[in-house]
Each structure stands twice: as C-alpha cells, then as structure tokens.
C-alpha cells in the first residue's frame, strides 16, 4: 500500500465515513456565540492518560497494548500518531526502545518529551498534522494512533500513511461510538440540538476492511479519562464542549453524570513493510 497510489478511488465507506463525520459539524449560530473554543484539549490531562496507560500496562494491559506489545521486537520502535502525552506508545517501552511522537499541539509534545526523558526513553517529536508530516517521518516496527480517527474526515490518506510507516503491525484505537455522543442529552437539553450517533469504530472497520487491509477487531472495557478528575473540572470541560458560557456550570453540575466505563475498540493489521 503506498500513498503515492494516483486515481485511488475512495470506497463508499470512506465517503459515509466523511459524511457522518461532517454532520458532528456545530451549528455555526451555536458555535459564534461559544465564549471559548469547544476544541481546546488540557495537556494535562493527556499527561495524565499517559501515566495511567503506564500503570495499566503493569496490571492489565488493554487489548491494544498487547496487539503492540506482541509485534515489537527487543529495542523496536514505535511511531504515536496523534500522540499526546504518550498513553500509545510510552508503555511500550521494552521492549521499544525509542518512539517517535507527531502531534499538532506543541503543549501536547513537550508533555510528551519530558515523561519520555524521564522514563529515559529514545524519543523524537515531530509537530504537525498526519498525513501533511509522514513524508518528514521514517519508518518503526509499530505505527500506534489512539482515539484520532474521529477527527479525520480524509481517512484513505491518514491510513495508508499509517501502513505505509509500519515495518510490523498498525495499532488503532478509537471509542465504539463517536467520543461525543456521550453529550447528546445535554445538547439537547441546552440548546434544542438533536446530535448525529454515526460515525461508530464499526464504520472505521468497515473502510479498512474495503481498502484491503487484514483487519483484526476487538471490542473492550475502558475507565474514562475524567474518571478520577476533580468534578470542577470536568464540568467546566463539558461546558466548553457545549458552547456555553461559565455562568451555566452550576446547571451542568446539577445533570451530569459520572463518567462510566466507555466501550472501546481495538483495530489492527499488517504494516506496509519497508
């Protein structure tokens, strides 16, 4: 598979893929009227999911873990797209022996390069969007992208460059439904605004599927990233994700619930070879 391929038609699941994705679009009165961006991400808090992705992977390593985990050889590398803090790709290391972390957010990279050094781990960072940067990148004996998937509306490109960096094994992980459906009853409730519930991992399956690839598939039981969180701050998250202004906090307090388990899934195929 190369992403120099010319004239590759796009599967009719990758066009329902982007036409799903393009319906989570917020409504542009809604989002003009947001006192903050809706998209902003703590570092902090990707930090944190990294260092409890490096307890886990002591206790019980997820299911995408060990599809990595058991494609690595001894001093192996690894390429996080999307990385964030590290939460992919840190807890591979050994057998990995280096990592190279792409990312957009310089926040996100330099939480990332300093885990890296303290854990005394290989490291390399380089910022910028996937595909636009593959072509800066070298290969690894793993390509891991975690909960990313539901950010790309172009997912031929973003996945053939995955497989085409992989020596090994590609490992993704994405929510069995889209991370925000989980906002669809406060959506509604403040602002009237019946969500999408499509695109779900079982969509994202079903494009790999249809380019070819060897697809392995495994649904599992994740504790949610704001499970341990103070409740101020989730409320004050979940009210940027909602567009609305801090004077609202108190009412949002008043309806949201604890965050539960999410279902996840884990997806994997043969790398591309180099």
Same mark, same amino acid.
């Given at each position: 598979m190369s992403d120099d391929a010319p004239g590759r038609p796009a599967p009719a699941s990758a066009r329902r893929w982007r036409e799903d994705l393009d319906s989570w679009a917020i409504p542009p009165d809604i989002l003009a009227a947001a006192p903050d961006t809706p998209w902003a991400c703590p570092p902090g808090l990707f930090a944190r999911a990294a260092e409890e992705a490096l307890a886990e992977r002591r206790s019980a390593p997820s299911p995408s873990l060990q599809r990595a985990l058991e494609a690595l050889p001894d001093g192996g590398s690894v390429l996080?797209?999307?990385?964030?803090?590290?939460?992919?790709?840190? !807890?591979?290391? !050994? !057998?990995?022996?280096?990592?190279? *972390?792409?990312?957009?957010?310089?926040?996100?990279?330099?939480? @990332?390069?300093?885990?890296?050094?303290?854990?005394?781990?290989?490291?390399?960072?380089?910022?910028?969007?996937?595909?636009?940067?593959?072509?800066?990148?070298?290969? *690894?004996?793993?390509?891991?992208?975690?909960?990313?998937?539901?950010?790309?509306?172009?997912?031929?490109? @973003?996945?053939?460059?995955?497989?085409?960096?992989?020596?090994?094994?590609v490992v993704v992980e994405i929510t069995a439904e889209h991370?925000?459906?989980?906002?669809?009853?406060?959506?509604?409730?403040?602002?009237?605004?019946?969500?999408?519930?499509?695109?779900?991992?079982?969509?994202?399956?079903?494009?790999?599927?249809?380019?070819?690839?060897?697809?392995?598939?495994?649904? @599992?039981?994740?504790?949610?990233?704001?499970?341990?969180?103070?409740?101020?701050?989730?409320?004050?998250?979940?009210?940027?994700r909602l567009c609305l202004p801090p004077e609202r906090d108190a009412e949002i307090d008043a309806i949201l619930e604890p965050p539960g388990l999410r279902r996840s899934v884990a997806l994997w195929w043969p790398g591309g070879g180099w």
């Amino acid at each position: 598979m190369s992403d120099d391929a010319p004239g590759r038609p796009a599967p009719a699941s990758a066009r329902r893929w982007r036409e799903d994705l393009d319906s989570w679009a917020i409504p542009p009165d809604i989002l003009a009227a947001a006192p903050d961006t809706p998209w902003a991400c703590p570092p902090g808090l990707f930090a944190r999911a990294a260092e409890e992705a490096l307890a886990e992977r002591r206790s019980a390593p997820s299911p995408s873990l060990q599809r990595a985990l058991e494609a690595l050889p001894d001093g192996g590398s690894v390429l996080d797209v999307g990385a964030g803090g590290g939460a992919a790709s840190l !807890p591979l290391c !050994p !057998p990995a022996a280096s990592v190279t *972390a792409v990312d957009q957010s310089p926040g996100m990279l330099t939480a @990332f390069a300093e885990r890296a050094e303290q854990l005394k781990i290989d490291h390399a960072e380089v910022e910028g969007l996937w595909p636009a940067v593959a072509r800066a990148v070298g290969p *690894a004996d793993v390509v891991v992208c975690h909960h990313v998937l539901y950010n790309v509306a172009d997912i031929v490109p @973003f996945v053939v460059a995955l497989t085409d960096h992989a020596r090994q094994r590609v490992v993704v992980e994405i929510t069995a439904e889209h991370p925000q459906s989980s906002l669809n009853a406060l959506w509604r409730h403040f602002h009237g605004n019946v969500r999408p519930v499509r695109p779900t991992a079982a969509d994202a399956a079903a494009v790999l599927g249809d380019l070819g690839l060897d697809v392995g598939i495994e649904e @599992f039981e994740a504790a949610p990233r704001w499970h341990d969180h103070d409740r101020a701050e989730l409320v004050a998250f979940t009210r940027r994700r909602l567009c609305l202004p801090p004077e609202r906090d108190a009412e949002i307090d008043a309806i949201l619930e604890p965050p539960g388990l999410r279902r996840s899934v884990a997806l994997w195929w043969p790398g591309g070879g180099w």
